[in-house]
Nanobody, 121 residues
Framework: QVQVVESGGGLVEAGGSLRLSCAAS????????MGWYRQAPGKQRELVAK???????NYADSMKGRFTISRDNAKNTVYLQMDSLKPEDTAVYYC????WGLGTTRMYTYWGQGTQVTVSS
């Protein structure tokens, strides 16, 4: 079994910052990519940022320069530092982890339960 748990969401004023964390635990052999997605009310889930096992990063255009993704491989944890937040960043943020489980022969994708980020104007 694998668990993916996010933390760090909350309410912040426009221009403020938040840091999200996501830790994967359980029967893990090796983690490949880790990332963050978000879903606002009435909209589809969209990519925020992702990071490979080697540290290569990819950001959605609207997040470039404001958000920073990083990971701690020793802790199986990915972070999302969000600065200069805007009301349109309000959404539920989901952690995504692609990994090899113990005793498996292929990679699986796991999602966290989501954490609410609300940015007030």
């Amino acid at each position: 079994q694998v668990q993916v748990v996010e933390s760090g969401g909350g309410l912040v004023e426009a221009g403020g910052s938040l840091r999200l964390s996501c830790a994967a635990s359980g029967s893990i052999f090796r983690i490949d990519a880790m990332g963050w997605y978000r879903q606002a009310p009435g909209k589809q889930r969209e990519l925020v940022a992702k990071i490979s096992s080697g540290g290569s990063t990819n950001y959605a255009d609207s997040m470039k320069g404001r958000f920073t993704i990083s990971r701690d491989n020793a802790k199986n944890t990915v972070y999302l530092q969000m600065d200069s937040l805007k009301p349109e960043d309000t959404a539920v943020y989901y952690c995504n982890v692609v990994l090899w489980g113990l005793g498996t022969t292929r990679m699986y994708t796991y999602w966290g339960q989501g954490t609410q980020v609300t940015v007030s104007s």
